[in-house]
């Protein structure tokens, strides 16, 4: 059980460091990687999700803390579809499994610094105004705001390491650039869909404290996103 432990720590070294050589090796090891990887992935985006539904109640906290690391997952999975068959189209000699793992690296990056930023995220909540005071619902836009730039932030840096390792591998870099955009792209759509569609995260302040809304399939991601930035703006 050490050694599991010892080779778990070593493995989130190795992806942390990001050097496409060693990373390559692991297209050859998947299914050890693939568990390795989703390890880190649950416990970086559970201490993340944690400390964004905090702000609402712990029991929204605890909430997210299920739902964040379940929205990375459910986002992967059908990146890994989509992009395996288009890495194949794009000329990318990796199977479906090693692409498969190739985005999950990517996602479980974006999770574990995710998991690095929640004292931040913890110092932002501990200097908001609080639930039940006339500034809540300005705090609830602004909080969602900066998560959402955040969280964008953190998937570019992800995926520029990502890109040394499609580089690496592709030998290509013109076609490591079109399967990591095409990457990127379904990336932000897919998961941007499903976080509306697991909705709520930071908990609106004058609705009720639920796992799920009653309408999960109602509305977009990019709608919401847009009314909050207007009524932030002017």
């Known amino acids: 059980m050490t050694d599991y432990f010892k080779q778990?720590?070593?493995?989130?070294?190795?992806?942390?460091?990001?050097?496409?050589p060693v990373l390559a090796t692991w297209l050859d090891k998947d299914?050890?990687?693939?568990?390795?990887?989703?390890?880190?992935?649950?416990?970086g985006s559970s201490l993340y999700g944690a400390s964004i539904g905090l702000w609402r109640s712990p029991l929204q906290s605890f909430y997210v803390a299920i739902k964040f690391p379940l929205l990375?997952?459910?986002?992967?999975?059908?990146?890994a579809m989509i992009n395996g068959m288009l890495a194949q189209l794009l000329g990318a000699k990796i199977s479906f499994r090693q692409s498969f793992l190739a985005v999950m690296m990517s996602f479980t990056l974006i999770a574990i610094i995710l998991g690095a930023f929640t004292p931040l995220s913890l110092f932002l909540l501990y200097n908001l105004p609080p639930m039940g005071t006339d500034l809540a619902s300005?705090?609830?836009?602004?909080?969602?705001?900066?998560?959402?730039?955040?969280?964008?932030?953190v998937g570019i840096v992800a995926n520029i390491h990502l890109f040394k390792f499609l580089d690496y591998i592709c030998a290509n870099r013109?076609?490591?650039?079109?399967i990591l955009f095409t990457w990127l792209g379904v990336n932000l759509f897919l998961g941007s869909?499903?976080?509306?569609?697991?909705?709520?995260?930071?908990?609106?302040?004058?609705?009720?404290?639920?796992?799920?809304?009653?309408?999960p399939f109602n509305g977009s991601f990019y709608e919401t996103v847009f009314y909050i930035l207007k009524r932030l703006l002017f």
Request: hydrophobic fraction near 55%; proline fraction near 4%.
């Open 8 to 20: 778990l720590w070593a493995d989130l070294v190795l992806l942390c460091r990001t050097e496409p």
């Open 31 to 43: 299914k050890e990687k693939i568990l390795s990887c989703l390890i880190w992935l649950i416990l």
């Open 72 to 79: 990375i997952i459910l986002t992967t999975l059908g990146n």
């Open 138 to 153: 300005q705090a609830h836009a602004l909080v969602l705001i900066l998560h959402v730039i955040l969280i964008a932030f």
């Open 174 to 178: 013109l076609k490591a650039k079109q």
């Open 193 to 215: 869909q499903l976080s509306w569609n697991l909705r709520p995260f930071f908990g609106t302040p004058h609705l009720e404290v639920r796992f799920l809304r009653d309408d």
